[in-house]
């Protein structure tokens, strides 16, 4: 008989120690989902270079400055003529706190793995500020470039995938070297 409750009281510790185990991970990583990030990753912050030819068929550098809140873009790329600066700030999204009104310039954005994927903020529209309504994605990798290892900054716009990724070097001289002609984003060039 004792050993017939040692035994039960052992099935029961052990099945809901299992239980636990399997439910954990799934509740932990959904609550975490469903706040956006309060800095960006330290693999984003930098200065990233890009090199093509804008509107005018001129080869021209554009630059993306990356910090642990704020994002600095000088585009300069296709379809310019002249360099179109934008500043935006990150702001932490928490669904379960009433949403603060923001500005223009603020920003919000969820981390997924290697990827990173922000959009504008939108009191309007809460329920799109999530990872999977994001707009844009930056995901940083590895490429060799004359047989150096070197980063690379994707910036894709998912809306209009495959084509608009935008490859962003840590110098100019390597955003030149990679892309000589200065070959717009939509020409599918650059360290894949």
Do not use: C
Not at 7 to 31: E, I, K, N, R, Y
Not at 88 to 111: R, V
């Amino acid at each position: 008989m004792k050993l017939m409750k040692i035994f039960s009281a052992v099935m029961v510790a052990t099945t809901l120690g299992a239980a636990v185990t399997v439910v954990t991970p799934s509740v932990t990583a959904d609550a975490k989902a469903k706040k956006s990030l309060k800095t960006f990753p330290k693999s984003l912050r930098r200065t990233w270079y890009h090199y093509e030819k804008n509107g005018k068929g001129k080869l021209v550098y554009s630059k993306l400055k990356i910090s642990a809140k704020k994002i600095v873009s000088n585009w300069n790329g296709y379809d310019t003529s002249k360099v179109f600066t934008t500043k935006s700030n990150l702001h932490q999204y928490n669904p379960a706190k009433k949403l603060q009104k923001g500005k223009d310039n603020w920003i919000f954005a969820y981390k997924s793995g290697a990827k990173t994927r922000l959009d504008s903020w939108n009191p309007e529209f809460p329920k799109d500020m999530t990872y999977k309504r994001s707009r844009e994605q930056y995901k940083v990798v590895t490429a060799k470039v004359n047989g150096k290892k070197v980063k690379v900054l994707h910036d894709t716009i998912l809306p209009s995938l495959p084509q608009n990724t935008m490859y962003y070097y840590t110098s100019k001289k390597l955003a030149k070297q990679t892309n000589p002609k200065g070959h717009n984003y939509a020409d599918h060039y650059g360290a894949k």
